[in-house]
Protein backbone atom coordinates (compact mmCIF):
# COMPACT_ATOMS: atom_id res chain seq x y z
CA UNK A 1 0.00 0.00 0.00
CA UNK A 2 1.43 3.35 -0.90
CA UNK A 3 0.63 5.73 2.16
CA UNK A 4 0.53 9.85 1.84
CA UNK A 5 0.32 11.87 4.70
CA UNK A 6 -0.57 15.16 4.50
CA UNK A 7 0.56 17.95 7.21
CA UNK A 8 -1.88 20.66 6.54
CA UNK A 9 -1.04 24.30 7.16
CA UNK A 10 -4.65 25.37 7.26
CA UNK A 11 -5.83 29.24 6.95
CA UNK A 12 -8.21 29.70 10.10
CA UNK A 13 -11.60 29.52 9.08
CA UNK A 14 -10.94 29.36 4.91
CA UNK A 15 -12.19 26.76 4.02
CA UNK A 16 -12.60 27.94 0.19
CA UNK A 17 -8.89 28.33 0.39
CA UNK A 18 -7.62 25.63 1.95
CA UNK A 19 -9.76 23.11 -0.08
CA UNK A 20 -7.73 24.69 -3.26
CA UNK A 21 -5.11 23.52 -1.27
CA UNK A 22 -5.93 20.46 -0.39
CA UNK A 23 -6.48 20.17 -3.93
CA UNK A 24 -2.99 21.46 -5.10
CA UNK A 25 -1.43 18.54 -3.04
CA UNK A 26 -3.96 15.88 -4.62
CA UNK A 27 -3.14 16.97 -7.90
CA UNK A 28 0.64 17.01 -7.01
CA UNK A 29 0.52 13.58 -5.30
CA UNK A 30 -1.74 12.51 -8.27
CA UNK A 31 0.96 13.20 -10.51
CA UNK A 32 3.43 10.94 -9.06
CA UNK A 33 3.78 7.55 -11.72
CA UNK A 34 3.13 5.44 -8.69
CA UNK A 35 -0.26 5.71 -7.63
CA UNK A 36 -1.35 6.57 -3.99
CA UNK A 37 -3.49 3.76 -2.24
CA UNK A 38 -4.80 5.90 0.82
CA UNK A 39 -3.97 9.67 1.48
CA UNK A 40 -4.13 11.03 5.25
CA UNK A 41 -4.98 14.33 6.54
CA UNK A 42 -4.82 15.80 9.83
CA UNK A 43 -7.80 16.65 12.03
CA UNK A 44 -9.80 20.17 11.22
CA UNK A 45 -7.65 20.15 8.05
CA UNK A 46 -10.01 22.31 6.32
CA UNK A 47 -10.86 25.10 9.33
CA UNK A 48 -7.83 25.21 11.58
CA UNK A 49 -8.64 23.53 15.21
CA UNK A 50 -9.49 26.33 17.33
CA UNK A 51 -12.63 27.52 15.94
CA UNK A 52 -14.56 28.46 19.57
CA UNK A 53 -18.40 29.33 18.09
CA UNK A 54 -17.18 29.46 14.78
CA UNK A 55 -17.42 25.69 14.84
CA UNK A 56 -21.30 25.98 13.94
CA UNK A 57 -20.28 27.86 11.17
CA UNK A 58 -17.92 25.62 10.05
CA UNK A 59 -19.43 22.56 10.02
CA UNK A 60 -19.77 19.66 7.17
CA UNK A 61 -22.04 16.79 6.90
CA UNK A 62 -20.23 13.81 6.12
CA UNK A 63 -21.94 13.21 3.32
CA UNK A 64 -21.32 16.62 1.65
CA UNK A 65 -18.03 16.86 2.76
CA UNK A 66 -17.38 12.89 0.67
CA UNK A 67 -18.64 14.51 -1.93
CA UNK A 68 -16.35 17.88 -2.09
CA UNK A 69 -13.56 15.99 -1.38
CA UNK A 70 -14.58 13.59 -3.84
CA UNK A 71 -15.06 15.85 -6.72
CA UNK A 72 -11.70 17.93 -5.92
CA UNK A 73 -9.40 14.70 -5.96
CA UNK A 74 -10.76 13.82 -9.43
CA UNK A 75 -10.62 17.31 -10.66
CA UNK A 76 -6.83 17.47 -9.15
CA UNK A 77 -6.75 14.20 -11.77
CA UNK A 78 -7.48 11.51 -9.65
CA UNK A 79 -8.61 9.16 -12.48
CA UNK A 80 -7.75 6.45 -10.27
CA UNK A 81 -9.48 4.81 -7.16
CA UNK A 82 -7.55 6.29 -3.97
CA UNK A 83 -8.87 6.58 -0.19
CA UNK A 84 -9.04 9.69 1.66
CA UNK A 85 -9.02 10.18 5.87
CA UNK A 86 -9.75 13.84 6.99
CA UNK A 87 -10.50 15.27 10.02
CA UNK A 88 -13.15 17.87 9.92
CA UNK A 89 -15.80 19.36 12.17
CA UNK A 90 -18.75 17.58 12.04
CA UNK A 91 -22.68 18.92 12.06
CA UNK A 92 -24.84 15.21 11.97
CA UNK A 93 -28.59 17.32 12.20
CA UNK A 94 -27.73 20.35 14.88
CA UNK A 95 -24.86 17.38 16.85
CA UNK A 96 -21.47 18.59 16.66
CA UNK A 97 -18.43 16.52 16.80
CA UNK A 98 -15.05 16.52 15.96
CA UNK A 99 -14.89 13.98 13.16
CA UNK A 100 -12.74 11.76 10.84
CA UNK A 101 -14.04 10.88 7.55
CA UNK A 102 -12.74 7.59 5.86
CA UNK A 103 -14.24 7.75 2.05
CA UNK A 104 -13.17 5.52 -0.98
CA UNK A 105 -13.02 7.03 -4.31
CA UNK A 106 -13.43 5.18 -7.10
CA UNK A 107 -13.25 6.29 -11.09
CA UNK A 108 -16.84 7.28 -11.06
CA UNK A 109 -18.68 6.64 -7.60
CA UNK A 110 -17.26 7.17 -3.57
CA UNK A 111 -18.35 6.31 -0.56
CA UNK A 112 -17.84 6.87 2.89
CA UNK A 113 -16.24 3.66 4.38
CA UNK A 114 -16.05 5.28 8.34
CA UNK A 115 -17.16 8.21 10.19
CA UNK A 116 -15.61 8.30 13.34
CA UNK A 117 -16.33 10.81 16.48
CA UNK A 118 -13.95 11.77 19.00
CA UNK A 119 -14.38 10.29 22.31
CA UNK A 120 -12.29 11.95 24.45
CA UNK A 121 -12.61 15.93 23.79
CA UNK A 122 -9.83 17.53 25.58
CA UNK A 123 -11.79 20.08 27.80
CA UNK A 124 -8.66 21.47 29.74
CA UNK A 125 -6.26 24.31 30.23
CA UNK A 126 -5.84 25.76 26.35
CA UNK A 127 -8.73 23.38 25.24
CA UNK A 128 -12.65 23.82 25.21
CA UNK A 129 -13.95 21.16 23.23
CA UNK A 130 -16.81 19.88 25.19
CA UNK A 131 -18.04 23.33 25.34
CA UNK A 132 -19.36 23.16 21.74
CA UNK A 133 -19.09 19.51 20.46
CA UNK A 134 -20.60 16.15 21.66
CA UNK A 135 -18.67 13.68 22.08
CA UNK A 136 -18.83 9.73 19.77
CA UNK A 137 -19.46 7.52 21.90
CA UNK A 138 -18.48 4.03 20.15
CA UNK A 139 -14.75 3.29 18.69
CA UNK A 140 -15.62 1.11 15.65
CA UNK A 141 -12.76 -0.87 13.38
CA UNK A 142 -13.50 -1.04 9.50
CA UNK A 143 -12.63 -2.99 7.06
CA UNK A 144 -11.29 -1.47 4.06
CA UNK A 145 -9.39 -2.41 0.57
CA UNK A 146 -6.56 -2.54 2.67
CA UNK A 147 -7.07 -4.28 5.62
CA UNK A 148 -9.28 -3.55 9.08
CA UNK A 149 -8.32 0.07 10.29
CA UNK A 150 -9.23 2.17 13.21
CA UNK A 151 -9.76 5.90 13.24
CA UNK A 152 -8.41 7.19 16.84
CA UNK A 153 -8.75 11.92 17.13
CA UNK A 154 -5.92 13.55 19.34
CA UNK A 155 -6.76 13.03 22.51
CA UNK A 156 -8.52 9.22 21.96
CA UNK A 157 -4.94 8.20 21.19
CA UNK A 158 -3.57 9.72 24.30
CA UNK A 159 -5.89 6.79 26.13
CA UNK A 160 -4.02 3.99 26.12
CA UNK A 161 -7.43 1.75 25.97
CA UNK A 162 -8.12 2.99 22.76
CA UNK A 163 -5.98 1.86 20.75
CA UNK A 164 -6.12 -1.23 22.52
CA UNK A 165 -9.76 -2.00 22.19
CA UNK A 166 -8.92 -0.71 18.42
CA UNK A 167 -6.64 -3.36 18.06
CA UNK A 168 -8.95 -6.00 19.84
CA UNK A 169 -11.39 -5.49 17.14
CA UNK A 170 -9.38 -5.91 14.27
CA UNK A 171 -7.38 -2.90 13.57
CA UNK A 172 -4.12 -3.74 11.40
CA UNK A 173 -3.63 -0.24 10.93
CA UNK A 174 -4.41 3.15 13.42
CA UNK A 175 -4.85 6.14 11.98
CA UNK A 176 -4.35 9.20 14.14
CA UNK A 177 -5.62 13.05 12.74
CA UNK A 178 -4.28 15.18 14.93
CA UNK A 179 -3.72 19.14 16.07
CA UNK A 180 -1.54 19.77 18.65
CA UNK A 181 -0.29 23.11 19.80
CA UNK A 182 3.24 22.83 21.03
CA UNK A 183 4.65 23.16 24.29
CA UNK A 184 7.55 22.25 26.27
CA UNK A 185 11.30 23.88 25.72
CA UNK A 186 12.82 21.74 28.40
CA UNK A 187 13.30 18.61 26.68
CA UNK A 188 15.84 19.55 24.71
CA UNK A 189 15.77 18.65 20.50
CA UNK A 190 12.25 18.84 20.17
CA UNK A 191 9.30 20.16 22.22
CA UNK A 192 8.59 18.18 25.03
CA UNK A 193 4.19 17.29 23.83
CA UNK A 194 6.42 16.07 20.06
CA UNK A 195 7.98 13.86 22.41
CA UNK A 196 5.06 12.32 24.33
CA UNK A 197 3.36 11.94 20.75
CA UNK A 198 6.39 9.85 19.46
CA UNK A 199 6.56 7.85 22.83
CA UNK A 200 2.81 6.87 22.74
CA UNK A 201 2.48 6.07 19.79
CA UNK A 202 5.96 4.14 19.31
CA UNK A 203 4.40 1.75 22.37
CA UNK A 204 1.32 1.12 20.87
CA UNK A 205 2.74 -0.15 17.59
CA UNK A 206 5.10 -1.92 19.44
CA UNK A 207 2.43 -3.49 21.68
CA UNK A 208 -0.50 -3.99 19.44
CA UNK A 209 1.78 -5.19 15.79
CA UNK A 210 0.00 -2.78 14.11
CA UNK A 211 0.86 0.43 11.63
CA UNK A 212 0.47 3.97 13.36
CA UNK A 213 -0.66 6.48 10.81
CA UNK A 214 -0.17 9.77 12.66
CA UNK A 215 -1.33 13.00 10.64
CA UNK A 216 -0.50 16.24 12.63
CA UNK A 217 -2.23 19.43 11.58
CA UNK A 218 0.49 22.84 11.23
CA UNK A 219 1.01 25.91 11.35
CA UNK A 220 0.16 28.79 14.59
CA UNK A 221 -3.46 29.73 15.90
CA UNK A 222 -3.24 32.55 17.91
CA UNK A 223 0.05 32.15 19.12
CA UNK A 224 -0.62 28.45 19.31
CA UNK A 225 2.11 26.68 17.14
CA UNK A 226 0.31 23.29 15.89
CA UNK A 227 3.32 20.65 15.80
CA UNK A 228 2.81 18.60 12.72
CA UNK A 229 5.37 16.13 13.41
CA UNK A 230 3.55 13.73 11.13
CA UNK A 231 4.79 10.17 11.59
CA UNK A 232 3.94 6.40 10.43
CA UNK A 233 5.41 3.66 12.32
CA UNK A 234 5.72 0.05 11.62
CA UNK A 235 4.42 -2.99 13.83
CA UNK A 236 7.76 -3.17 15.20
CA UNK A 237 7.85 0.34 16.29
CA UNK A 238 10.36 1.88 13.67
CA UNK A 239 9.51 5.08 12.57
CA UNK A 240 9.54 4.63 8.75
CA UNK A 241 9.04 8.40 8.24
CA UNK A 242 8.08 11.92 9.99
CA UNK A 243 8.44 15.25 9.42
CA UNK A 244 8.97 18.30 11.55
CA UNK A 245 6.80 20.25 13.55
CA UNK A 246 6.58 23.45 11.54
CA UNK A 247 5.21 23.65 7.90
CA UNK A 248 3.21 21.86 5.15
CA UNK A 249 4.48 18.74 3.80
CA UNK A 250 3.70 15.41 3.06
CA UNK A 251 5.03 11.84 3.94
CA UNK A 252 5.12 9.55 1.28
CA UNK A 253 5.67 5.58 2.26
CA UNK A 254 5.37 2.43 0.86
CA UNK A 255 3.69 -0.10 4.10
CA UNK A 256 4.23 -4.13 3.61
CA UNK A 257 0.93 -5.73 5.43
CA UNK A 258 2.85 -8.49 5.78
CA UNK A 259 5.10 -7.23 8.16
CA UNK A 260 1.79 -7.20 10.89
CA UNK A 261 2.12 -10.91 11.15
CA UNK A 262 6.03 -11.12 11.47
CA UNK A 263 5.57 -8.51 14.24
CA UNK A 264 2.53 -10.65 15.86
CA UNK A 265 4.64 -13.68 15.57
CA UNK A 266 7.43 -12.03 17.38
CA UNK A 267 5.71 -10.85 20.07
CA UNK A 268 1.93 -12.02 20.24
CA UNK A 269 1.06 -9.92 22.87
CA UNK A 270 -2.34 -8.75 21.21
CA UNK A 271 -2.71 -12.56 21.40
CA UNK A 272 -1.84 -12.58 25.29
CA UNK A 273 -4.48 -10.03 25.87
CA UNK A 274 -7.83 -11.31 23.68
CA UNK A 275 -6.95 -14.03 26.52
CA UNK A 276 -6.56 -12.26 29.34
CA UNK A 277 -9.11 -9.25 28.72
CA UNK A 278 -12.34 -10.72 29.45
CA UNK A 279 -10.80 -11.22 33.26
CA UNK A 280 -9.93 -7.42 32.95
CA UNK A 281 -12.95 -6.08 31.78
CA UNK A 282 -15.73 -8.21 33.42
CA UNK A 283 -14.61 -6.67 36.80
CA UNK A 284 -17.42 -5.79 38.90
CA UNK A 285 -14.60 -2.86 40.02
CA UNK A 286 -14.97 -0.99 37.04
CA UNK A 287 -18.49 -1.05 36.50
CA UNK A 288 -19.88 2.58 37.12
CA UNK A 289 -21.02 2.79 40.69
CA UNK A 290 -24.73 3.09 39.80
CA UNK A 291 -24.61 -0.75 38.19
CA UNK A 292 -22.69 -1.97 40.95
CA UNK A 293 -25.19 -1.07 42.95
CA UNK A 294 -27.22 -2.48 41.20
CA UNK A 295 -25.33 -6.20 40.83
CA UNK A 296 -25.50 -5.92 44.44
CA UNK A 297 -29.03 -5.62 45.00
CA UNK A 298 -29.19 -8.27 42.75
CA UNK A 299 -26.96 -10.73 45.13
CA UNK A 300 -28.72 -10.06 47.65
CA UNK A 301 -30.73 -13.06 48.54
CA UNK A 302 -34.62 -12.88 49.00
CA UNK B 1 25.50 -8.09 54.44
CA UNK B 2 23.81 -4.74 53.54
CA UNK B 3 21.90 -4.02 50.31
CA UNK B 4 22.82 -0.62 48.25
CA UNK B 5 20.26 2.21 48.77
CA UNK B 6 19.71 4.11 45.73
CA UNK B 7 17.56 7.38 46.73
CA UNK B 8 16.52 9.77 44.49
CA UNK B 9 17.41 13.28 45.08
CA UNK B 10 14.60 15.72 47.28
CA UNK B 11 13.09 17.79 44.74
CA UNK B 12 14.88 21.41 44.68
CA UNK B 13 14.25 24.37 42.73
CA UNK B 14 12.76 23.86 39.26
CA UNK B 15 14.75 24.09 36.65
CA UNK B 16 13.77 27.06 33.89
CA UNK B 17 16.16 25.78 31.44
CA UNK B 18 15.29 25.97 27.79
CA UNK B 19 16.26 24.92 24.50
CA UNK B 20 17.11 28.43 23.02
CA UNK B 21 17.55 26.73 19.74
CA UNK B 22 14.12 25.38 19.73
CA UNK B 23 12.84 28.63 21.04
CA UNK B 24 14.40 30.78 18.45
CA UNK B 25 12.94 28.80 15.36
CA UNK B 26 9.72 28.49 16.96
CA UNK B 27 9.75 32.07 17.94
CA UNK B 28 10.84 33.14 14.59
CA UNK B 29 8.13 30.48 12.67
CA UNK B 30 5.28 32.08 14.94
CA UNK B 31 6.45 36.37 13.68
CA UNK B 32 6.29 34.84 10.02
CA UNK B 33 2.94 33.21 10.60
CA UNK B 34 1.65 35.82 11.83
CA UNK B 35 2.91 39.09 9.97
CA UNK B 36 3.37 37.51 6.58
CA UNK B 37 0.56 34.92 6.35
CA UNK B 38 -2.08 35.76 8.57
CA UNK B 39 -1.86 39.96 8.26
CA UNK B 40 0.13 40.23 5.04
CA UNK B 41 1.94 42.65 6.94
CA UNK B 42 6.20 42.45 6.21
CA UNK B 43 7.21 45.16 8.69
CA UNK B 44 8.09 45.01 12.14
CA UNK B 45 7.85 48.08 14.24
CA UNK B 46 9.85 47.33 17.97
CA UNK B 47 10.72 50.01 20.75
CA UNK B 48 14.60 49.21 21.52
CA UNK B 49 14.37 50.42 25.42
CA UNK B 50 18.53 48.93 25.53
CA UNK B 51 17.16 46.46 27.62
CA UNK B 52 17.32 42.38 27.15
CA UNK B 53 13.80 41.69 26.40
CA UNK B 54 12.79 44.28 23.37
CA UNK B 55 17.17 43.48 21.94
CA UNK B 56 15.76 39.47 22.01
CA UNK B 57 12.39 40.69 20.08
CA UNK B 58 14.76 42.84 17.89
CA UNK B 59 17.10 39.73 17.46
CA UNK B 60 14.12 37.68 16.49
CA UNK B 61 12.49 39.84 14.21
CA UNK B 62 15.50 39.90 11.97
CA UNK B 63 15.88 36.27 12.09
CA UNK B 64 12.33 36.36 10.75
CA UNK B 65 12.06 38.56 8.69
CA UNK B 66 15.04 40.82 7.32
CA UNK B 67 16.68 43.65 8.95
CA UNK B 68 15.77 45.90 6.17
CA UNK B 69 11.91 44.82 7.76
CA UNK B 70 12.47 45.27 11.27
CA UNK B 71 12.85 49.02 12.49
CA UNK B 72 13.90 49.83 16.02
CA UNK B 73 12.60 52.82 17.54
CA UNK B 74 14.29 54.13 20.13
CA UNK B 75 11.87 56.65 22.08
CA UNK B 76 14.42 58.59 25.19
CA UNK B 77 12.72 60.78 28.30
CA UNK B 78 15.06 63.71 29.23
CA UNK B 79 15.80 61.89 32.60
CA UNK B 80 16.63 58.56 30.92
CA UNK B 81 20.05 57.20 31.28
CA UNK B 82 21.85 57.84 28.38
CA UNK B 83 23.40 54.32 28.84
CA UNK B 84 20.26 52.91 27.83
CA UNK B 85 20.33 54.62 24.93
CA UNK B 86 23.82 53.43 23.87
CA UNK B 87 22.98 49.84 24.94
CA UNK B 88 20.08 49.78 21.92
CA UNK B 89 22.58 51.81 19.75
CA UNK B 90 24.78 48.72 19.75
CA UNK B 91 21.63 46.37 19.34
CA UNK B 92 21.25 48.49 16.37
CA UNK B 93 24.43 48.62 14.79
CA UNK B 94 24.69 44.73 15.41
CA UNK B 95 21.53 43.83 13.91
CA UNK B 96 21.84 46.54 10.79
CA UNK B 97 17.96 47.30 10.95
CA UNK B 98 16.07 50.12 10.75
CA UNK B 99 16.05 52.68 13.17
CA UNK B 100 14.87 56.06 14.21
CA UNK B 101 15.03 58.00 17.67
CA UNK B 102 12.47 60.47 18.71
CA UNK B 103 12.74 62.01 21.64
CA UNK B 104 9.10 61.58 24.07
CA UNK B 105 10.30 64.63 26.59
CA UNK B 106 8.02 67.34 24.62
CA UNK B 107 4.96 65.06 24.19
CA UNK B 108 5.39 64.06 27.92
CA UNK B 109 6.09 67.22 29.29
CA UNK B 110 3.54 68.66 27.15
CA UNK B 111 0.36 66.88 29.20
CA UNK B 112 2.62 66.93 32.66
CA UNK B 113 2.78 70.66 32.11
CA UNK B 114 -0.52 70.66 33.77
CA UNK B 115 0.12 67.98 36.02
CA UNK B 116 3.02 69.37 38.34
CA UNK B 117 2.48 66.76 41.08
CA UNK B 118 2.31 63.98 39.64
CA UNK B 119 4.47 61.64 41.08
CA UNK B 120 7.22 58.87 39.90
CA UNK B 121 4.55 56.34 39.23
CA UNK B 122 2.08 58.42 36.85
CA UNK B 123 4.55 59.83 35.35
CA UNK B 124 6.67 56.77 34.81
CA UNK B 125 3.04 55.44 33.31
CA UNK B 126 2.61 58.68 30.62
CA UNK B 127 5.91 57.72 29.21
CA UNK B 128 5.09 54.14 28.71
CA UNK B 129 2.01 55.37 27.13
CA UNK B 130 3.37 57.43 25.48
CA UNK B 131 6.34 55.35 23.94
CA UNK B 132 2.90 53.14 22.87
CA UNK B 133 1.14 56.30 20.72
CA UNK B 134 4.70 56.90 19.22
CA UNK B 135 5.22 52.83 18.14
CA UNK B 136 1.61 52.59 16.89
CA UNK B 137 1.88 55.94 15.07
CA UNK B 138 5.14 54.51 13.43
CA UNK B 139 3.74 51.34 12.20
CA UNK B 140 1.06 52.97 10.72
CA UNK B 141 3.20 55.52 9.29
CA UNK B 142 5.37 52.13 7.79
CA UNK B 143 2.73 49.62 7.30
CA UNK B 144 3.86 47.96 9.66
CA UNK B 145 3.21 46.12 13.01
CA UNK B 146 3.78 46.74 16.63
CA UNK B 147 6.19 43.70 18.23
CA UNK B 148 5.58 43.25 21.96
CA UNK B 149 8.60 42.76 24.19
CA UNK B 150 6.88 41.88 27.75
CA UNK B 151 8.22 38.85 28.83
CA UNK B 152 6.02 36.08 31.05
CA UNK B 153 7.57 37.27 34.79
CA UNK B 154 6.57 41.10 34.51
CA UNK B 155 3.16 40.22 33.10
CA UNK B 156 2.60 37.61 35.89
CA UNK B 157 3.86 39.93 38.27
CA UNK B 158 1.82 43.07 37.28
CA UNK B 159 5.25 44.99 36.67
CA UNK B 160 4.20 46.86 33.08
CA UNK B 161 1.76 49.87 32.17
CA UNK B 162 -1.53 48.50 31.12
CA UNK B 163 -2.92 49.08 27.94
CA UNK B 164 1.12 50.54 26.88
CA UNK B 165 3.53 47.68 26.93
CA UNK B 166 1.10 45.14 26.48
CA UNK B 167 -0.49 46.75 23.64
CA UNK B 168 0.87 45.67 20.46
CA UNK B 169 -1.23 42.84 18.76
CA UNK B 170 1.81 39.97 19.00
CA UNK B 171 4.35 39.12 21.60
CA UNK B 172 7.02 36.40 20.70
CA UNK B 173 8.44 36.47 24.64
CA UNK B 174 5.32 36.63 26.74
CA UNK B 175 5.61 33.17 28.03
CA UNK B 176 8.99 33.22 28.75
CA UNK B 177 10.25 33.92 32.04
CA UNK B 178 13.23 36.40 32.91
CA UNK B 179 15.71 34.20 33.16
CA UNK B 180 14.92 32.21 30.00
CA UNK B 181 14.65 35.82 27.95
CA UNK B 182 18.43 35.88 29.27
CA UNK B 183 19.35 32.11 27.78
CA UNK B 184 17.84 32.97 24.46
CA UNK B 185 19.86 36.43 24.57
CA UNK B 186 22.73 35.03 24.71
CA UNK B 187 22.23 32.20 22.02
CA UNK B 188 21.28 35.26 19.77
CA UNK B 189 24.14 36.68 20.45
CA UNK B 190 22.63 39.88 22.26
CA UNK B 191 25.84 41.55 23.13
CA UNK B 192 27.31 41.41 27.03
CA UNK B 193 26.26 44.49 27.49
CA UNK B 194 22.66 44.65 26.87
CA UNK B 195 22.41 40.73 28.17
CA UNK B 196 24.56 41.61 31.48
CA UNK B 197 23.35 44.86 32.91
CA UNK B 198 20.63 45.06 35.99
CA UNK B 199 17.35 45.27 34.20
CA UNK B 200 15.51 48.50 34.42
CA UNK B 201 12.27 50.17 33.53
CA UNK B 202 14.38 53.49 33.29
CA UNK B 203 11.48 55.36 34.24
CA UNK B 204 13.30 57.34 37.16
CA UNK B 205 17.00 57.75 37.81
CA UNK B 206 18.93 54.71 39.20
CA UNK B 207 15.84 52.41 39.45
CA UNK B 208 15.78 48.38 39.07
CA UNK B 209 13.12 46.19 38.43
CA UNK B 210 14.45 43.57 40.81
CA UNK B 211 14.97 46.75 43.90
CA UNK B 212 10.91 47.62 42.60
CA UNK B 213 10.12 44.01 42.80
CA UNK B 214 11.70 43.11 46.24
CA UNK B 215 12.80 39.94 44.71
CA UNK B 216 15.71 38.84 41.80
CA UNK B 217 14.14 37.25 38.87
CA UNK B 218 15.44 34.20 39.62
CA UNK B 219 13.79 33.23 42.76
CA UNK B 220 10.96 35.00 41.49
CA UNK B 221 10.80 33.01 37.87
CA UNK B 222 11.29 29.76 40.02
CA UNK B 223 8.44 30.46 42.75
CA UNK B 224 5.90 31.82 39.49
CA UNK B 225 6.98 28.26 37.92
CA UNK B 226 6.14 26.23 41.09
CA UNK B 227 3.33 27.98 41.48
CA UNK B 228 1.79 27.86 37.91
CA UNK B 229 1.92 24.63 38.08
CA UNK B 230 0.04 24.19 40.68
CA UNK B 231 1.96 24.17 43.90
CA UNK B 232 0.72 25.75 47.14
CA UNK B 233 2.98 27.66 49.60
CA UNK B 234 3.88 24.95 52.15
CA UNK B 235 5.30 23.03 48.87
CA UNK B 236 7.17 26.01 47.79
CA UNK B 237 8.72 26.52 51.09
CA UNK B 238 9.64 23.13 51.45
CA UNK B 239 11.53 23.05 48.40
CA UNK B 240 13.79 26.13 49.82
CA UNK B 241 11.99 29.34 49.01
CA UNK B 242 11.45 32.01 51.59
CA UNK B 243 8.18 32.35 53.00
CA UNK B 244 8.37 35.92 52.58
CA UNK B 245 8.87 35.99 48.97
CA UNK B 246 6.62 33.07 48.41
CA UNK B 247 3.97 35.30 49.68
CA UNK B 248 5.36 38.41 48.18
CA UNK B 249 5.01 37.06 44.34
CA UNK B 250 1.53 35.21 45.28
CA UNK B 251 0.36 38.24 46.58
CA UNK B 252 2.13 40.23 43.30
CA UNK B 253 0.27 37.72 40.74
CA UNK B 254 -3.23 37.81 42.70
CA UNK B 255 -3.61 41.46 42.69
CA UNK B 256 -3.18 41.71 39.12
CA UNK B 257 -5.08 39.17 37.54
CA UNK B 258 -7.09 42.62 35.67
CA UNK B 259 -3.89 43.72 34.07
CA UNK B 260 -4.43 40.45 32.09
CA UNK B 261 -7.16 41.06 30.81
CA UNK B 262 -9.33 43.62 28.32
CA UNK B 263 -11.80 45.86 30.37
CA UNK B 264 -14.61 44.26 32.24
CA UNK B 265 -17.77 44.69 30.53
CA UNK B 266 -21.23 44.84 31.67
CA UNK B 267 -22.75 41.45 30.79
CA UNK B 268 -26.33 42.07 29.62
CA UNK B 269 -27.61 39.81 27.08
CA UNK B 270 -26.83 35.97 25.14
CA UNK B 271 -24.77 37.30 22.34
CA UNK B 272 -22.18 39.27 25.14
CA UNK B 273 -18.79 39.45 23.36
CA UNK B 274 -16.10 37.06 24.68
CA UNK B 275 -18.70 35.64 26.98
CA UNK B 276 -21.38 33.81 24.84
CA UNK B 277 -19.85 35.29 21.23
CA UNK B 278 -16.96 33.30 21.25
CA UNK B 279 -14.45 33.73 18.42
CA UNK B 280 -10.89 32.89 18.22
CA UNK B 281 -8.37 36.14 17.28
CA UNK B 282 -7.34 34.50 13.62
CA UNK B 283 -10.73 34.01 12.49
Given at each position: ???G?V???P?K??V??N?????A?Y??????????D?I???E??????F?EG????R?F???E??ALL??RW??????R??D???G?YE???G?F???A?????G?S?H?????H?????P???V??E?R?L???R?L????TRFG?M?????E?????L?PT?????G????L??S??P?????A??ELESV??WRN???S??V??G????YA?????EG??G?????S?ID?????L??AP???A?V????????D??I??????????L??V???LL???E?LP?AV???V??A???? | M?VP??A????G??S??ID????ST?L??F???E??E?RKI???V?G??????S?V??Y????????A???????P????????????RA?????GC??R?I????A??????FE????????G???ARTRML??FD??????A?PI???NK??????????????SP??N????????????L?R??????RVV?????????AN???E????IT???????L???LS?Y?????????F???????V??RVE?????R????????SN?AI???????V??
Open positions: MKLVQFKRGDAALAELEIAQLAAEDVPYLVAPATLTGYLAVYEAEADLAAARRAGGGAVLVLFNSGTYNSLYLHVSDHIVHVRKMFLTYGFDEFSRGRQAFDRALLICDAWHAMIAAIKARFLVPASGRGLAGGLHVLRYAEHVFVIGLAGFGKMTGSSVPFGETVTALGHLSVELEAAIEARAGLPLLGDSALPDFDDLHRRGAFEEPS | TVIAAPPAPLQTELAWQALRDLLRGHAILSGGVDAVALAVLALGANVTAVRMYRTSSSDSLEDAVIDDLRETDISAVDGYLQPEADGRRRNVMVLQSAKLGLGTGTERLMGYFTWHADDPVPIGDLFKTQVWQAHLGVPAGKPPSADLEQTDTDLGYLQADRISLMGGDDRIVARGGTDEVRLRGGTHWKHLPTTAMLTNEFYLRPDY
